[in-house]
């Protein structure tokens, strides 16, 4: 969806952008095309390898700077940069990124051997093997279920808990992979899938605390946005879509959400941003040719005047 994310983003010459999810620099460098010599994009990512790529870039093309920061650090870099009130868009791309998920050191992914760690941050947090080796056979299965939704929870953490009872720490992708197989069987439509999935995605969520770094960077966005600077957010998760969601209709039903949003203008946050447009999804010819863009959903809302 790339275009249509940079579409929804609306870059205009000399405008300032914040790239919070750098990855690759994909969408920086459709921004750049974009916003001719007088633009900015602050890029920004968690992971110490995306910033090593943003640095880069940033060494050939002066209109970017590199980061490394978390969602709920960015108001902080903004400031430094002496941007807040004055962004013009800023974009979230959530989850992982192509090299996190194929390098096989990293261990978010079960279809390579290599240590559990699933942090994005590798320098910051505990690793998922570190917090399977720590946590409760219950917070186990309840963060399966919660973050991954998955109807096994129960079961794969009373496994993940009698192979630690054993004496045998979890501390390889394979080796959860295959505790996981052991007690989920996939079958009818959802046979395809891999049945560690949700349990990998769960982890990785808790792991790099996920949702409560986007409440963060959602909550920072209309401090820092110029009045109709555009926010764009992709998603690939429907907790996440949900939280957008909530966050850029200023649903008040969200509990205990709005109280914790800071203040603009001396309004809550609720209100603060004007959706644009209905979530857009992935056409049929992307998710064939990307099966990650399945659950993607798009949404963009704008800091209301
Ligand atoms: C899907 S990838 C982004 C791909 C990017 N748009 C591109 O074109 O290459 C998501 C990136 O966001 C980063 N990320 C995820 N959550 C983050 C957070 N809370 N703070 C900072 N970076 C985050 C990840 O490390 C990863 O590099």
Not at 121 to 128: F, I, M, N, Y
Not at 159 to 180: D, F, H, K, Q, Y
Not at 255 to 280: E, F, I
């Amino acid at each position: 969806m790339l275009d249509e994310v940079v579409e929804a983003v609306a870059p205009r010459p000399g405008g300032c952008y914040v790239d919070c999810t750098f990855g690759r620099g994909g969408h920086t460098r459709a921004l750049l095309d974009r916003i001719e010599p007088a633009g900015r994009v602050l890029a920004i990512d968690r992971d110490p390898q995306a910033v090593e790529a943003a640095r880069e870039l940033a060494r050939s093309d002066p209109r970017v700077s590199a980061h490394h920061a978390r969602f709920g650090e960015i108001g902080d870099i903004v400031s430094a940069a002496g941007l807040t009130g004055r962004v013009d868009g800023m974009l979230m791309d959530l989850g992982v990124s192509s090299p996190q998920l194929d390098e096989p050191g990293r261990g978010f992914s079960f279809l390579h051997d290599g240590p559990l760690d699933m942090r994005m941050d590798p320098g910051a947090g505990v690793s998922a093997a570190e917090w399977l080796a720590d946590a409760s056979e219950q917070e186990i299965g309840r963060i399966l279920r919660e973050l991954g939704e998955e109807r096994a929870a129960r079961r794969i953490a009373r496994a993940v808990a009698a192979e630690r009872g054993r004496g045998t720490p979890v501390e390889s992708t394979r080796r959860l992979a295959a505790i996981v197989a052991s007690v989920v069987r996939r079958g009818g439509t959802r046979a395809r899938v891999h049945p560690a999935t949700r349990t990998f995605q769960a982890m990785r969520m808790h792991v790099n605390d996920e949702l409560g770094e986007l409440e963060r960077g959602l909550a920072a966005a209309p401090h820092l946005l110029v009045p109709g600077g555009r926010l764009v957010v992709l998603s690939f998760h429907s907790l996440e879509d949900r939280i957008v969601k909530r966050f850029m209709r200023g649903d008040d039903a969200v509990p205990a959400y709005p109280r914790r949003l800071p203040l603009v203008d001396g309004r809550r946050c609720a209100g603060a941003m004007t959706p644009v447009a209905s979530a857009r999804r992935p056409r049929e010819g992307e998710v064939a040719a990307n099966p990650r863009s399945r659950s993607a959903v798009l949404r963009v809302a704008e800091r209301s005047r």
